[in-house]
T-cell receptor
Framework: GAVVSQHPSWVICKSGTSVKIECRSLDFQATTMFWYRQFPKQSLMLMATSNEGSKATYEQGVEKDKFLINHASLTLSTLTVTSAHPEDSSFYIC?????????????FGSGTRLTVV | GEDVEQSLFLSVREGDSSVINCTYTDSSSTYLYWYKQEPGAGLQLLTYIFSNMDMKQDQRLTVLLNKKDKHLSLRIADTQTGDSAIYFCAETIYSSASKIIFGSGTRLSIRP
């Protein structure tokens, strides 16, 4: 089945630095990927929709200059948290849609736990 | 607007059936999903149902959809300890670029 690889699975960084998270579709092409943020014991909040070859679409309230998304190929989207602060500490999950699999073709990565100290 | 609601907790005895409920507000939803999340892990798709269906069964899982009341439920028969997890109800809305909207998640715990 479709597999989405997310890397790293966890990262600790110093306040003020930037962190890049990768999301790869391993055996299918994904023109659209999604980035979610999940706080402890809460639901997934959609941050942005990543579109291959074009700009990402951000949800209301998400700072596009802080959360940079690049979707340069059909199998890779990256999320860069710039100038990270402790309040950015969270669990980030990506999802890729396998167009060929229809509407149940949303596969999720295993998540990245970001801790900013 | 887009809103999906679930109760936060459910506790059942091992071997009993678990029923997790969900309500949604957008009548243009097309697919409705149930995902399972174990601690520290990503999401696993359990099952999905198209909005013009009433019921779908897959082994121990039964999904019921009442489109009139915008109510979705997931029944897990013979609940086992391995079923302990958070269960998310979700929907896709084609008018919103096919993004998935998640409910708050229901934490299912199993009593011996």
């Amino acid at each position: 089945g479709a597999v989405v690889s997310q890397h790293p699975s966890w990262v600790i960084c110093k306040s003020g630095t930037s962190v890049k998270i990768e999301c790869r579709s391993l055996d299918f092409q994904a023109t659209t990927m999604f980035w979610y943020r999940q706080f402890p014991k809460q639901s997934l909040m959609l941050m942005a929709t990543s579109n291959e070859g074009s700009k990402a679409t951000y949800e209301q309230g998400v700072e596009k200059d802080k959360f940079l998304i690049n979707h340069a190929s059909l199998t890779l989207s990256t999320l860069t948290v710039t100038s990270a602060h402790p309040e950015d500490s969270s669990f980030y999950i990506c999802s890729a849609r396998d167009q060929a699999a229809g509407n149940y073709g949303y596969t999720f990565g295993s998540g990245t736990r970001l801790t900013v100290v | 607007g887009e809103d999906v609601e679930q109760s936060l907790f459910l506790s059942v005895r091992e071997g009993d059936s678990s029923v997790i409920n969900c309500t949604y507000t957008d009548s243009s939803s097309t697919y409705l999903y149930w995902y399972k999340q174990e601690p520290g892990a990503g999401l696993q798709l359990l099952t999905y149902i198209f909005s013009n269906m009433d019921m779908k069964q897959d082994q121990r899982l039964t999904v019921l959809l009442n489109k009139k009341d915008k109510h979705l439920s997931l029944r897990i028969a013979d609940t086992q300890t391995g079923d302990s997890a958070i269960y998310f109800c979700a929907e896709t809305i084609y008018s919103s670029a096919s993004k998935i909207i998640f409910g708050s998640g229901t934490r299912l715990s199993i009593r011996p």
